[in-house]
């Protein structure tokens, strides 16, 4: 498996932008930003030499009992179907190479969590056909508004987990690639959206918008299905939500919240300060927050 060539942004025709200078949203320039930002900070790290490293018995079986591990397995091989399908009908070879270097990511991921699981022997259900999509642009937004709501969350699990020591500090390390490429995905995510509703046509925008919210009923109602079967032994999409009573305990939700906000703020500092950054998930936290911090004033 080997990630897409590299084509350059001057090459494949684009504008490139001035530093520091100011970017319209849709431009060319815009475009240029955000493909660069995924191409250019690819980690071309290889899942077969990763170094998995040995756990005592409780921490390995604190792992092995995660209730994770069967739908992230099938939600990263979905994921590089819906990103790939997508790819294919890109006609932008800078935009397209960028599309495939996220699919390319996504099959890394669904690589690593394989040897994760064979390293330290936990099972796995037969994982379902992948089936490509009907519609490729909704599969896309589908992954990537689903991403922007689960790395949001995995990025404060996974600092509580290493602050209260479920994850041992090498498997930590041997990790740390993934999740911060879930960062790069969500970014290079939104800013396609940004550029992706402002360029096309006029008469088009409309259905887009109304796209974006079905996406993101579709995602809602798939959330709260899934919540209702927590406890029940059912392993489901939400593995954020599955995850968090182990990997949080001893946080409070509102600590754990805090965590989220403050990790999505750090690993987004990293990449080019003119291409927004998801922002929906992070209000809405901000939020909830809020109103936390304020019931718990008004019961003292
Ligand atoms: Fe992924
Ligand atoms: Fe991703």
Redesign the pocket.
Known sequence: MSPPSAVSGLAAGKETAAPGGPMRLGSGEHMNLFCRMLLDTHDPYHPAIMDWPKLEADALSRLVSLPIWDIAVQTEGR?RLNVATYAEAISDPLLKEAVEM?AF??GR?KLVLSHLVKAYGIGLAAEPPYVPPKDPEWAFMVTGFS?CIDSFFAFGLFEAAKRTGFFPAGLVDTFEPVIQ??AR?ILFFVNWVAWHRRTMPMWRRPLFELKVLRVWLFLIFERIGIARDVGNGVQDNNFTLSGANQLGAGIDVDELIAICLSENDRRMSRYEPRLPRPSTVPALARFALRLMRRGRKDRK
């Open positions: 994921a996220n990511e996504e991921h991403e490429e879930e995905h």
